[in-house]
């Protein structure tokens, strides 16, 4: 694991959070997909094949809409726990008489090769990854020479206002920490990808009632803080974050940031440096110039 790890990811938590049965996709990453596909209208290149990677959380209903972008294009759907992988084949899947030879690639429920695919979409998964820079390498093993990379995550100002309760009351973080998109760029580059883009924008959702706010949380994830409250919260607990919640503003601030980067050739290792004496150079020159062909 590389000393770059989020520090405040418990991989246990994580762990678990991952197996949980599939559900809906939240609505926030929904509408997070869908502005991310506004962001490929700047791109050019038209994938052969691309890998929607762990859709059934980052978002079901936006596959239809990049299957429409991309017809001609071979598509790999990647989840890597069964429940979640049989979800998505069950949603995403088209019977066979709904398929048309001519016209439909197929869809195909597995990992890609290595350089198997031109594109990779990974909607907001990393920030809820124990090992992100394990994560970019796989990304990147994926992607073909000049393909291209759209991911999205959470940034650092999410639920700010929510932060600033837990404090005020004396609790643990509601949440781990999420990290600076430029970080997200020099994570990039160590993964060897080449010209990252990054850029973000906060969106503030506003909820009509402290337990809707709540339902709206427990849809888009968990605390992973490894120094979150170690056992189970009591309905006495319940109330007060209630009361909390319903004497304060409900709204809750999400800091959306978004990231492109390219695939580029593999970088050949430098020669080791040739010394010359001045001798041999003179040498090496008179060679050079009596050489046929040479003026």
């Not at 994560?135 to 650092?156: E, I, N, Q």
């Not at 997200?184 to 503030?204: K, N, Q, S, Y």
């Not at 695939?263 to 110039?289: C, D």
């Amino acid at each position: 694991m590389s000393a770059l790890s989020p520090p405040t990811i418990d991989h246990n938590a994580v762990r678990r959070w991952r197996q949980m049965p599939a559900a809906a996709s939240p609505w926030l990453h929904e509408e997070v997909a869908r502005r991310m596909q506004q962001r490929l209208d700047w791109i050019k290149l038209q994938p052969q094949s691309w890998a929607h990677w762990e859709p059934v959380r980052g978002g079901l209903q936006a596959h239809a809409a990049l299957l429409q972008r991309y017809p001609d294009a071979t598509c790999f759907v990647t989840e890597f726990h069964a429940d979640h992988a049989a979800h998505a084949a069950r949603v995403l899947g088209k019977p066979w008489w709904h398929r048309s030879r001519w016209i439909d690639k197929p869809t195909r429920f597995e990992a890609p090769s290595d350089g198997g695919v031109h594109m990779l979409w990974s909607n907001m998964a990393l920030h809820m990854s124990a090992d992100p820079q394990g994560l970019m390498a796989s990304w990147h093993r994926a992607l073909a020479v000049d393909g291209f990379l759209m991911f999205s995550c959470l940034g650092p100002d999410t639920l700010q206002e929510l932060r600033g309760l837990y404090q005020d009351l004396g609790w643990p973080a509601p949440a781990h920490e999420f990290t600076d998109m430029h970080d997200w760029g020099d994570m990039l580059l160590a993964a060897g990808f080449a010209e990252p883009v990054m850029d973000m924008e906060r969106l503030t959702l506003t909820f009509e009632s402290p337990q809707r706010l709540l339902e709206e949380l427990r849809g888009l994830g968990r605390n992973l803080h490894p120094q979150r409250f170690p056992a189970l919260r009591g309905r006495r607990w319940r109330d007060q974050l209630q009361e909390a919640l319903a004497g304060a503003p409900l709204q809750l601030t999400f800091e959306l940031v978004y990231g492109h980067a390219l695939k580029p050739p593999t970088r050949h290792p430098l020669r080791a440096e040739t010394v010359l004496s001045l001798a041999q150079m003179r040498e090496t020159l008179i060679q050079r110039k009596s050489y046929p062909g040479n003026p």
